[in-house]
């Protein structure tokens, strides 16, 4: 039995989800800070916590910020927040085109299975132009609460 079908990961495997991180830090620090220079310094500060250590970004930077600048709870939830609903700046990688479309001239379908909130990975899809490229997208996160059919579960290759 022959299989006319590939399925692809999307976060580090069509794209580099590092790139999605920086952006979402490029459009907080943006959106929550005025002036260039103050955008900037919070933007190379929030890389260098990720650099540290990728958990928990705003949390660390609130805690190392707020006798200066009097952060707090209502910057972590808006900074989140903005996070959360940014349009990415993020592209495929190089040879993702070239495969997807020989992939596609060789008779098969394409599609790709994604965990994380879905409302997120529908804008990275968007983003990055898959929606025209792949014939289904699966968000596993809208498939049922609690993260039940997130990979490697079968329910959505299926």
């Known amino acids: 039995m022959g299989f006319n079908l590939a399925v692809f990961d999307l976060d580090d495997t069509l794209y580099a989800e590092r790139d999605y991180v920086i952006s979402g830090f490029r459009a907080v620090s943006n959106a929550l800070f005025s002036g260039p220079i103050k955008q900037q310094t919070v933007f190379e500060r929030f890389c260098e916590l990720f650099l540290q250590d990728p958990k928990r970004v705003f949390d660390r930077f609130v805690a190392d910020e707020t006798a200066g600048d009097g952060l707090g709870e209502h910057f972590l939830a808006h900074a989140i927040e903005v996070y959360r609903d940014h349009i990415p700046d993020i ?20 599609a790709i299975i994604t965990d994380g909130r879905s409302d997120g990975q529908k804008r990275k899809i968007g983003a990055l132009g898959l929606e025209h490229k792949v014939d289904r997208v699966v968000y596993t996160d809208l498939l049922a609460p609690g993260r039940a059919y997130w990979k490697p579960h079968p329910f959505a290759f299926r």
């Not at 592209?91 to 394409?110: I, K, T, Y």
């Open 91 to 110: 592209r495929l990688f190089a040879e993702v085109d070239g495969v997807l479309g020989s992939l596609r001239a060789a008779g098969l379908r394409l």
